[in-house]
């Protein structure tokens, strides 16, 4: 009898540590309540001017830690033509681009892509990719699920007090579970 006991405490001991990481629970940790991120606006960090790979504009408009990481949305404003970031992996996140003005050059994996004004693009996790601006200005929402650390890639980035050297890149890159593969797309 106490072997049968001691079974049973085994198992229900075990399941405890899987119950309490179940999406379930992971759902009712989230905000309960709505909120709106008016037209040129960031939420949380106002706005992000990058260094380094460009000179961008940021505008976080839902943080992974509105979602508990499952998500996070930025709308970029494009003030740099003719650049973009280097060829680049995601390891955890699969991102998604929505051009809202203006013209870019993409590549995913092996494939080129002329994107403009409505068009998409799905960037799967752990493929190689990059993308460069085309026209004078643009605008995309960049989509990333789950969240990952890219918020703090962009905050990291709009904090430098210099232009980063392209090893720096290659570095806030890496801790920020990204691995930077090659240079930046030519147009």
Same mark, same amino acid.
């Given at each position: 009898?106490?072997?049968?006991?001691?079974?049973?405490?085994?198992?229900?001991?075990?399941?405890?540590?899987?119950?309490?990481?179940?999406?379930?629970?992971?759902?009712?940790?989230?905000?309960?309540?709505?909120?709106?991120?008016?037209?040129?606006?960031?939420?949380?960090?106002?706005?992000?001017?990058? *260094? !380094?790979?460009?000179?961008? /504009? $940021?505008?976080?408009?839902?943080?992974?830690? +509105?979602?508990?990481?499952?998500? %996070?949305?930025?709308?970029?404003?494009?003030?740099?033509?003719?650049?973009?970031?280097?060829?680049?992996?995601?390891?955890?996140?699969?991102?998604?681009?929505?051009?809202?003005?203006?013209?870019?050059?993409?590549?995913?994996?092996?494939?080129?892509?002329?994107?403009?004004?409505?068009?998409?693009?799905?960037?799967?996790?752990?493929?190689?990719?990059?993308?460069?601006?085309?026209?004078? *200005? !643009?605008?995309?929402?960049? /989509? $990333?699920?789950?969240?990952?650390?890219?918020? +703090?890639?962009?905050?990291?980035? %709009?904090?430098?007090?210099?232009?980063?050297?392209?090893?720096?890149?290659?570095?806030?890159?890496?801790?920020?579970?990204?691995?930077?593969?090659?240079?930046?797309?030519?147009?």
């Amino acid at each position: 009898m106490k072997r049968n006991g001691f079974i049973a405490a085994l198992l229900t001991f075990m399941t405890i540590p899987l119950w309490a990481f179940t999406p379930i629970e992971k759902v009712t940790k989230r905000k309960d309540k709505g909120f709106k991120i008016s037209a040129g606006e960031g939420r949380l960090h106002g706005h992000l001017k990058l *260094k !380094g790979v460009n000179s961008n /504009i $940021l505008d976080l408009k839902i943080s992974g830690t +509105d979602t508990n990481g499952d998500l %996070a949305i930025f709308e970029q404003t494009s003030l740099s033509p003719g650049r973009g970031t280097p060829l680049h992996i995601h390891n955890s996140q699969d991102e998604i681009f929505y051009v809202i003005d203006g013209a870019y050059y993409f590549q995913v994996g092996d494939e080129k892509y002329h994107m403009a004004v409505g068009d998409s693009i799905f960037l799967p996790r752990k493929v190689p990719h990059a993308w460069t601006q085309k026209s004078k *200005k !643009g605008r995309m929402n960049v /989509i $990333l699920q789950p969240a990952g650390k890219l918020e +703090d890639f962009f905050v990291t980035m %709009a904090a430098l007090d210099h232009e980063p050297t392209p090893k720096e890149i290659e570095n806030i890159f890496a801790d920020n579970d990204m691995q930077v593969v090659g240079p930046p797309l030519k147009l």
